[in-house]
């Protein structure tokens, strides 16, 4: 290990690795080019704005912070970095400010102007109509104004502090003939969301005309009544983003939960990220922000009139379902449906479900089977991201008070999702399951079920292993696989896995499973090698790899080795990517495409071409450092041949896609001859005709 973490550190060829903050942003950038694009429903597009806006507070809460307490070491320890972070920040923020500059020209240009053509009217305090404007006074004062609480900034407040991505009205207001800077006074005002239940506020609809307004405007309007005694006002919005990595220390003690619940409050009081401004704020705002907050004119960053735009998941959608995706009916499984026993079918052979094109509900039924099942003794999973009222959750409760032996591996640093592993974990340990928080200096990430059963005085293992979180929400936007299995080839080492949760003995052999960090990194490093080594015997070599996100140096520069090798490499690469394709001598055998669409690409897939004996695994890891070594990771081979057919086909209508997939430099990739492929529908389609004739299609979940 001491040696893998030395090449690890090695400084890079800059030329050849795109820095991985940078990619980062490349990736949130093609979210927003789907806002942009008007072939997406406009109700959609604005969701595309929320979900870049939600991407950006994440990127400044953990990477941008953590870029600046790296500025913050000493300079002889940062020499030791591959590269200054100052210059990264810098190139980070540039960038960022590029693309929020078009954000607002989309917005302005695009989404306002569309919503007009459809009746729909965003108003601001400057459009209201007489009759708007008394009802927004009537509705100010009946709904909002309990809500908010103001506070005055003069010579005597010491510190204000700013909840973290909470929107803030700084305002500025004076007698109409005082205006002297002397004489004016600062308040502060924090827009009541949370309580209210959304941004917006929706206004009467008038002869088929739709309105809506910010709750921002809705009390820049109203300030008078907020301020009686003052005429004159101006208001802009400020947010802060504020450091949200959790200093925890490295161990799995009987403390660690009430360590993550202490970070946890601190993260609240985190150090700033970043403190987002409306660029028409006066100097003498922003003045006063920063002298009562203690945020520094290095945390500005430069915004829009509005902020926090994931709050426009909750924009209403007027009913208007045409200005939505075409609903996609959840498939039907197209055997498992009709067993009334999932273990049962899983004792004839392995099944392959498809999130979010087949139903989630499989899964938990498998669960809930097995809580009610008296032949099963015991059951395993590893819990990473829940749903709130998860029902996986619930079943694996049922099974410890039905006297099963259960064991749940729960990570409580799944980054934002702590507070609820911590409330499920509390609620299994009362049921009386085996509660094991993670490995020492690893984070488990796995995606895997076993369900042990007495058959006729046998005890026999089913295993559910999937690219995918046990999450009944995600899973309806997620596109991952999930294996169901009895083979005892696969049940045997999941079997070995949970050992390695409970002794913690890294010792175990797996004849099957690739897991990080025992064995995976060197397992994927040998199939790499094998293609190498096949290419320059003349012999066919290829490679597919899908994955949310390939930084890992040593993996990059084998894949290099692989392409000087002749070795043919077509990578599908959502998130970011660090490797540099089609480099004369270096890459010019590989290929690197990105899918943004719909739903959001989840699976890890790895193909291997293997002269011709191809071998497949799918995966919870991507070729990352910290997935590769400092975490719990499967992979697993998929050999029942039509599961492999099933995954296969999948790739392939994703290596054609032509409408939705785009390069690293973010370029459309359109071919000579354009198939006019959309892989998530083709995907689509292609599952539901495996649906039986005279089957209901669409499955109806609970």
């Not at 949760?501 to 690739?514: A, G, S, T, W, Y």
Request: with cysteine; glycine share 4%.
């Amino acid at each position: 290990m001491k040696q893998e973490r030395k090449e690890e550190l090695k400084t890079p060829e800059k030329h050849i690795f795109i820095n991985r903050e940078l990619s980062w942003l490349a990736f949130n950038y093609r979210v927003l080019q789907e806002a942009k694009d008007k072939t997406v429903p406009l109700l959609e597009r604005i969701k595309f704005m929320a979900i870049f806006s939600a991407n950006l507070d994440e990127y400044f809460k953990v990477r941008v912070a953590t870029l600046k307490r790296l500025i913050n070491l000493k300079k002889k320890t940062r020499s030791k970095l591959e590269e200054e972070p100052a210059e990264i920040l810098a190139s980070i923020l540039q960038e960022v400010h590029r693309q929020q500059q078009e954000f607002g020209e989309i917005f302005r240009e695009g989404i306002l102007a569309d919503l007009r053509q459809h009746n729909i009217h965003l108003l601001t305090e400057h459009d209201l109509n007489q009759e708007q404007e008394v009802w927004v006074r009537n509705y100010f004062n009946e709904t909002l104004e309990p809500l908010v609480l103001p506070i005055i900034l003069d010579e005597t407040e010491t510190h204000l502090f700013l909840q973290d991505q909470m929107v803030y009205l700084g305002i500025e207001m004076w007698e109409p003939t005082e205006q002297d800077c002397k004489d004016m006074r600062f308040a502060m005002l924090e827009l009541p969301t949370k309580k209210h239940g959304s941004r917006f506020v929706k206004l009467p609809t008038v002869d088929g005309q739709r309105y809506v307004m910010f709750i921002d405007d809705v009390l820049r309007f109203c300030l008078p009544l907020l301020f009686p005694k003052y005429k004159s006002f101006v208001a802009h919005a400020v947010k802060v983003s504020r450091d949200a990595e959790l200093d925890i220390e490295e161990e799995v003690s009987g403390s660690l939960m009430a360590k993550i619940q202490n970070s946890l409050k601190k993260r609240e009081t985190g150090s700033p990220a970043r403190l987002l401004y409306d660029p028409e704020t006066p100097q003498e705002l922003l003045n006063m922000l920063i002298a009562h907050t203690g945020i520094t004119q290095d945390d500005l960053v430069e915004g829009s009139k509005y902020h926090n735009f994931r709050d426009f998941f909750g924009f209403p959608d007027f009913n208007l379902p045409d200005l939505k995706y075409t609903p996609q009916p959840t498939l039907i499984h197209p055997q498992l449906h009709q067993e009334p026993s999932i273990l049962a079918a899983m004792q004839q052979q392995d099944y392959m479900v498809h999130y979010p094109y087949q139903s989630f509900d499989y899964v938990l039924r498998l669960f809930d089977e097995a809580a009610r099942d008296p032949k099963v003794t015991a059951i395993s999973a590893t819990l990473y991201r829940v749903a709130g009222k998860s029902k996986i959750a619930k079943a694996l409760a049922r099974a410890a008070k039905n006297g099963k032996l259960v064991t749940v591996v729960v990570e409580l640093r799944a980054r934002f999702d702590e507070e609820s592993n911590i409330y499920w974990a509390g609620k299994l340990q009362k049921a009386g399951a085996n509660v094991i928080f993670g490995v020492p200096g690893l984070k488990v990430h796995s995606k895997l079920g076993l369900i042990t059963r007495n058959e006729k005085g046998k005890l026999v293992n089913y295993a559910y292993l999937s690219t995918g979180n046990y999450n009944e929400d995600t899973s309806k936007i997620y596109a991952d696989h999930a294996l169901f299995t009895s083979d005892k080839r696969l049940t045997k080492d999941v079997e070995q896995v949970f050992n390695f949760f409970i002794d913690r003995q890294p010792d175990k052999e797996f004849n099957h499973l690739l897991m990080a960090p025992l064995n995976m990194r060197q397992n994927f490093t040998k199939m790499v090698d094998r293609e190498i080594k096949n290419a320059k015997k003349g012999l066919p070599a290829s490679m597919i790899l899908k994955m949310n996100a390939l930084q890992d140096e040593r993996m990059i520069r084998k894949l290099y080795a692989a392409s000087q090798a002749g070795v043919k490499i077509q990578l599908l690469v959502r998130g970011i990517c660090c490797l540099m394709p089609g480099i004369e001598g270096l890459s010019e055998n590989i290929q690197v495409r990105s899918i943004v669409d719909r739903y959001l690409e989840h699976a890890r897939v790895y193909i291997f071409h293997n002269n011709g004996n191809e071998q497949l695994y799918i995966a919870s890891a991507d070729w990352m450092t910290r997935n590769l070594n400092r975490r719990v990771e499967v992979a697993f081979p998929i050999y029942q041949p039509d599961l492999a057919a099933q995954i296969r086909h999948t790739i392939d209508l994703q290596l054609a896609d032509d409408m939705k997939t785009r390069s690293v430099d973010n370029s459309y990739i359109k071919p000579p001859a354009p198939s006019n492929v959309r892989a998530q529908y083709a995907i689509y389609n292609y599952l539901r005709e495996m649906v039986p004739a005279g089957t209901e299609a669409a499955y109806d979940e609970n």
